[in-house]
């Protein structure tokens, strides 16, 4: 397949980061200190805002208090972060003026978590600081298509999750979803689903960006998959 854009927005977690082993152990670990169900803790953090997470697992908690919490176990927990197949190799492919990163995380858990994995850092993009509604609202991927001057018709998000694909059709782009957090079943509102963005080629051509999508027929489960089951 191929998808004709001018920018390319990225969410970072599970589509440039491999983080999701981090991301369940700081989770596992903040639900056992608050005798909350882990599991159900984990089914309601990827691709949300931490705060907003919070809320809905433990409204009882003041959340801002909470989420400075979370958010230093997180910046803490650097084992097995890691770069996702082919992210540096694409990062390369695109000139840095028509991509940008659109994330739950926090500005300073973002920096780490790609300081951890190798990856460069865009000189601006949108985190959980610079929005009021988190995703599945679309306002992240809009600021995203705002801060790099396009319009969001002409901007494709890449992300791995079903509140992120959601934010992205609803901000009116293409979307191509990477299995690497949810199983497939749960990201069909995407354009295309991937494996990894080794399975992703971009190239500049009179001012548009080609997006080349190779859909493999046997994806691969979710990292991690194993372990939580």
Not at 189 to 197: E, F, P, W
Not at 205 to 222: C, D, H, S, W, Y
Request: glycine share 6%.
């Amino acid at each position: 397949m191929i998808f004709t854009c001018k920018a390319v927005l990225f969410d970072l977690d599970g589509v440039l980061v491999d983080s999701a082993r981090a991301v369940e152990r700081v989770w596992r670990k903040w639900a056992h200190a608050h005798n909350l169900d882990p599991e159900y803790v984990i089914e309601n953090a990827h691709g949300r805002r931490s705060v907003e997470t919070l809320r809905v697992v433990a409204p009882e908690l003041e959340a801002d208090q909470e989420n400075l919490k979370v958010e230093q176990m997180e910046i803490d927990d650097k084992e097995g972060i890691s770069p996702v197949r082919g992210a540096s190799e694409l990062l390369r492919s695109i000139p840095p003026e028509r991509y940008t990163i659109v994330t739950s995380a926090t500005q300073a858990l973002a920096i780490a978590r790609l300081q951890y994995a190798g990856l460069p850092a865009p000189r601006r993009f949108i985190t959980a600081n610079d929005v009021v509604n988190g995703k599945p609202s679309p306002e992240p991927y809009l600021k995203g298509a705002a801060l790099l001057g396009f319009d969001p018709q002409d901007c494709l998000v890449i992300e791995d999750t079903p509140a992120g694909v959601e934010a992205g059709k609803a901000a009116t782009m293409q979307v191509i979803a990477l299995n690497t957090t949810y199983p497939i079943e749960e990201l069909k509102r995407a354009d295309a689903i991937v494996n990894s963005l080794a399975d992703v080629t971009a190239r500049l051509e009179n001012g548009a960006m080609n997006i080349l999508v190779r859909q493999r027929k046997t994806l691969e489960p979710p990292i991690g998959a194993n372990e939580r089951e």
